[in-house]
């Protein structure tokens, strides 16, 4: 073969090829194993990145087998298609968007190949996520060193792309550092193993005369060419992470190809596979904290802490403290903080935790300082410290749409220049922000890796007007002009993609930048590999997400209020930036978000894929793959296995609210028209239940719904997975309350040490929901003898009346707000007052602490019941200090917490009181139990549902110790434990856990939770509160008469509906409307 001939690098702008998408697509169907997708969902939740960037893929490729990529990329080839491989997706310059067939390797090439331990290297496949390769890695005491602040959501092959580093590259370096192989695959078909190259080795290639060999005389050439310009132009900064790593092919980096693929941002080639060199596992760290006076002066420090050889040294400012506060983010690590208003995190690690303490006191004496000095902040327990690194690990989220602050934009968010200089450059940067009216009350953080010298921050480009892009462009070209001359990167970490790839030429040069040409017809003469990043880069202001040209639709219509967004929907969805952490395959500290993506590991099921698919219904953009708006059937699908359990509410730094979203989505979706029928079976729960509880029909439906064949047509019938439908109780807790009247003599115990008489303390009001009221009162009874004995007067209201959660999550919300309005009005005399109210449900608690402020606007009585409604645990801790609970001692509890008890109450004063009881609680890193109210009963779920249940909940049931007590304070927890293999083990709330050890309980806490968790519980209450299996005999006798009373039952079942519903919703439901709402 022929060598190749070295062309003049292309530098006209990059056009899309004319491509032939239906035969593409055939193709790639019939010969690609995998799953191919050209559906406009999927394109949209692909568009974007975590960059101001926006292209809509021509499709996308989700191979089964590294070989089916490879298959993939020959059929694109024959189409002449381009291509892009994608990792995470978590790319903040660009380069992760385009007009291109993009591979996602995440989902199935996620394999760990090979472990030497001796050499310390192992081979993995691009899509495994680099949180996982470590875990899996732990057990020879090994990792992989660079750790970006993304590492529970990045892939290898994203890093590779990236060159990503992270805080760990202190000691570790960037990827490229850590690479000892790569296997690539060309655009043409060619495929080899690649990287470094001694002369041997060459001469062994160039004799086999083939195209890689072609390939490596073309790149000896250019480096002979460009070797002394590649000297004298690279920054020798730790941080040079723009640009092609040309300096790779120089003989002191021993030709290494592979280090010169590393960072190409998959415009070169494509990997398949990467050989890693790893790091041994250091086993204790030490983290000091050092506060300076303002952020410049930190980075003035740099250079006196770096000769003790942190693994670590990290910057951040007060207003990303600020802006972390206002979000409600790490408050307990922010305690943690030295006084100052600019830090600097420096971590040490070692064999054992004296020599890391002695090499932290080695540099606080060096630096005239001592552990005791007040901005000084020594932490040696690791919880501390991972609170801590979190604080900074939310960085790009915590600065992103903060309440009542300007919008912020990555753009120039990663340079870097060299440590001795940081400080210098911190205060021109500041200056410069100041000239371009960045710098107000509001200016943008600083932080980052500054033992490094990269500098981190969002600044408040306006990107959605004319005037504010022009701007933008101005600013970042004399950003760049001041990196320059400060002879730094622009990228430190993030690459250039094409954020950075139009400035190139300010660094490098024009021979530089012609070099970069010559390297891409190496490997891509075709200009088919991620073209416009790079090489011929697109403008910095063309392809913006946003952009002078972006507009909306669909504002002004939303039913709920949006208060952190000025009541705009639009900017609702768009408080995603694409950081990911919805694509987390763990829920470690406690994360919930999001349970949908882990059980399915698609794009279109994370919160950040549903942003994007919301995003594009808006129609800002006329290339909008989504063009049916609230009426989309894509949007719909990606929504329909949204759990809306609201862990993206708390878990996203960013603070997005899916279940919201989706709820908004399904009002408007189904306006006007006929929903499925689950809708109004589960929506309309509380009105069926209160008609049949009220009618006394309790047994009649239990029998009706257990008996043979019945319950499968039942739920059929309405929509619904077929699972063991709830009984029914005996008797609810209304009536139970109503039949105890004004004896409370079973509450005002007096005997046993701690308790108060009841009402001594005040009155509380009990919120009995209809799941506690309706399936489970015997919580509701342990609850009022909790609060009776400590010292409240319990009261609960008089009138039938419900949270609308039901409706809300189906998105009825017309008949939500009318709902939830009756009820606060109800409560408007009691809350007026000052008094409490108690939920025992936390989905209907968190109701009145969140979506009645979202859905009704904050007057008086809804901001009253905000702030007065409480948890169980919260109104024993925080407001009856003195009490003494009853005693838990010796018994060890499993916590299983409610997603909206994570996303919104917290459990903090369940801890307290379970620790005061002196009970062992360990919570559960388990997530979404996977019933979530509807979701798991719904049509289609149960695959879902039943996923996330495994995924740790049923396992830690299964396996835990006997006598362990599994708390579930929701109904939905507890329905999933006792349906799927729970081991037998049944879930039992806070509220009966303590119940137990009131005198007159048949069952100590102890033997109870040794039990069957409820089951046990529940033989303390009388045989008419029980809901009771229905016997055999009376299963048969529904199934017989079934035929005879449907017709009355149904016409029955419509009028007790009918009076429930208008109990609940305060009006009446002709025939017309009955069942239907809207607007």
Not at 750 to 771: C, E, I, N, Q
Not at 1065 to 1076: A, K
Request: aromatic residues 6%; glycine residues 10%.
């Amino acid at each position: 073969m022929t060598e190749v001939d070295l062309p003049a690098p292309v530098l006209h702008a990059p056009r899309r090829p004319h491509v032939d998408v239906t035969e593409l697509r055939r193709d790639l169907e019939s010969r690609v194993d995998g799953e191919v997708r050209f559906d406009e969902g999927t394109r949209a939740a692909y568009s974007t990145d975590a960059s101001n960037f926006r292209q809509v893929p021509i499709g996308v490729v989700v191979p089964r087998s590294v070989e089916a990529g490879v298959e993939a990329v020959a059929v694109c080839r024959e189409h002449g298609a381009p291509l892009l491989s994608r990792g995470g997706g978590t790319s903040l310059a660009g380069q992760c968007t385009n007009e291109a067939v993009m591979i996602d390797w995440a989902k199935y090439c996620n394999r760990l190949l090979h472990v030497d331990t001796e050499r310390r290297t192992c081979v993995v496949e691009p899509g495994i996520v680099l949180d996982v390769l470590n875990g899996r890695l732990e057990r020879h005491g090994l990792r992989y060193g660079p750790e970006p602040a993304t590492h529970p959501n990045c892939t290898i092959g994203g890093m590779i792309g990236n060159n990503s580093c992270g805080a760990t590259a202190q000691r570790a370096g960037k990827v490229v550092d850590n690479i000892a192989g790569l296997e690539v695959l060309l655009h043409d078909g060619t495929r080899f193993w690649c990287g470094e190259t001694d002369d041997e080795e060459y001469a062994a290639i160039e004799r086999r005369g083939d195209r890689r060999a072609a390939v490596y005389r073309s790149l000896r050439r250019l480096r002979e060419r460009y070797a002394e310009e590649i000297r004298a132009r690279y920054p020798d900064i730790p941080r040079r992470v723009s640009g092609y790593n040309l300096d790779s092919l120089l003989p002191e980096h021993n030709f290494d190809v592979a280090g010169l693929l590393v960072g190409s941002e998959s415009t070169l080639v494509t990997v398949l596979r990467a050989e890693l060199e790893l790091i041994p596992v250091l086993p204790a760290r030490t983290l000091v904290v050092l506060g300076f006076d303002g952020i410049a002066a930190a980075g003035d420090a740099v250079p006196a802490v770096l000769p003790h050889e942190p693994i670590a040294l990290e910057g951040l400012d007060e207003r990303l403290l600020t802006d972390e506060k206002i979000k409600h983010l790490n408050p307990l690590a922010r305690e943690e903080l030295p006084e100052g208003s600019g830090f600097l995190m420096v971590q040490f690690g070692a064999e054992t935790s004296e020599e890391c303490e002695r090499a932290a006191h080695r540099m606080l004496t060096a630096l005239g300082k001592s552990g005791d000095d007040p901005d000084v902040a020594f932490l040696d327990r690791p919880e501390r410290e991972d609170e801590l690194w979190r604080v900074r690990e939310a960085g790009l989220g915590a600065t992103a749409h903060v309440p009542g602050h300007r919008e912020t934009w990555e753009g120039w968010e990663d340079s870097a220049v060299a440590p001795e200089r940081l400080g210098d450059y911190l205060r021109d940067l500041e200056r410069l922000f100041e000239e371009f009216g960045y710098a107000d009350e509001t200016a943008p953080s600083l932080y980052g890796h500054f033992g490094q010298g990269c500098v981190h921050t969002r600044i408040p480009f306006g990107l959605t007007d004319a005037e504010g892009v022009a701007t933008y462009r101005r600013f970042l070209e004399s950003a760049a002009d001041l990196v320059a001359s400060y002879g730094g990167s622009f990228s430190g970490e993030h690459g250039d993609g094409q954020t950075r790839g139009e400035l190139l030429p300010r660094m490098f040069g024009p021979d530089i930048i012609r070099a970069f040409g010559e390297l891409k017809a190496i490997f891509d003469p075709d200009d088919r590999m991620n073209p416009g990043k790079v090489v011929a880069p697109h403008r910095l202001d063309e392809n913006l997400r946003l952009g002078a040209s972006w507009t909306p639709h669909h504002d002004g219509e939303a039913y709920f209020h949006y208060p952190e967004t000025g009541g705009s929907f639009v900017q609702a969805v768009n408080r995603c930036v694409g950081v990911g952490k919805c694509r987390q395959h763990s829920h470690e500290g406690g994360a919930v978000m999001c349970p949908s993506y882990q059980a399915t590991m698609e794009e279109e099921h994370s919160t950040r894929g549903r942003s994007r698919l919301l995003f594009e219904m808006l129609a800002g953009h006329h290339d909008s793959p989504v063009v049916d708006g609230w009426r989309s059937t894509a949007v719909r699908d990606a929504l329909d296995l949204c759990l809306a359990c609201k862990g993206c509410k708390s878990d996203c730094p960013a603070n997005v609210d899916m279940a919201t979203y989706k709820a908004e989505f399904l009002a408007h979706h189904y306006e006007g028209r006929l929903r499925p029928r689950a809708h109004y079976a589960l929506g309309w729960l509380p009105v069926v239940a209160a008609g049949v509880t009220g009618a006394r029909l309790g047994r009649v439906v239990n029998a009706f719904t257990h008996a043979p064949l019945l319950p499968r047509l039942a739920t059929a019938a309405a929509g619904l997975e077929h699972r063991e439908i709830p009984l029914f109780a005996g008797e609810t807790l209304r009536q139970w309350w109503r039949r105890r009247g004004t004896d409370r003599a079973g509450g005002a115990r007096g005997s046993r040490p701690g308790s108060r008489p009841a009402g001594s303390r005040g009155t509380v009001m009990l919120w009995p929901d209809t799941f506690t009221n309706t399936f489970h009162p015997h919580i509701g009874r342990a609850a009022v003898e909790l609060l009776e004995d400590a010292g409240w007067e319990v009261r609960m209201p008089e009138q039938t009346l419900c949270c609308g959660l039901t409706w809300i999550s189906t998105g009825q919300l017309a008949t939500a707000k009318k709902v939830l309005r009756r009820t606060i009005d109800a409560l408007a005399e009691h809350l007026r007052s000052g008094g409490f109210v108690v939920g025992l449900e936390p989905s209907c608690t968190t109701v009145f602490r969140s979506d009645a402020a979202d859905l009704l606007g904050s007057d008086d009585d809804v901001e009253r019941l905000r702030k007065q409604t409480l948890t169980l645990a919260e109104l024993l801790t925080e407001h009856t200090p003195d009490w003494t609970p009853p005693s838990l001692d010796g018994v060890h509890a499993l916590a299983q917490v409610h997603c909206h008890q994570h996303a919104v109450l917290g459990w903090d004063a369940d801890a307290e009181l379970l620790s005061r009881a002196g009970a062992r609680a360990e919570r559960l890193d388990s997530g979404c139990c996977g019933l979530a109210g509807n979701f798991g009963f719904e049509a289609g779920h149960l695959e879902v549902s039943q996923a996330c249940a495994e995924s740790v909940l049923l396992p830690s049931a299964r396996g835990a110790e006997p006598g362990t007590a599994i708390l579930a304070d929701g109904f939905s927890c507890r329905t999933q434990l006792h349906e799927l293999d729970s081991g037998g083990r049944e879930g039992v709330h806070l509220a009966e856990l303590l119940a137990r050890g009131l005198p007159g309980r048949r069952h100590s806490p102890s033997s109870a939770a040794a039990g069957v968790g409820a089951e046990a519980g529940r033989n303390d209450l009388e045989p008419g509160d029980r809901p009771r299996t229905p016997s055999p005999l009376a299963r048969a006798a529904a199934l017989a008469g079934t035929a005879l009373v449907a017709g009355a039952v149904g016409t029955l079942a419509a009028r007790l509906g009918s009076r429930a519903a208008t109990r609940l919703t305060g009006r009446r439901t002709s025939r017309r409307t009955r069942g239907r709402t809207g607007r």
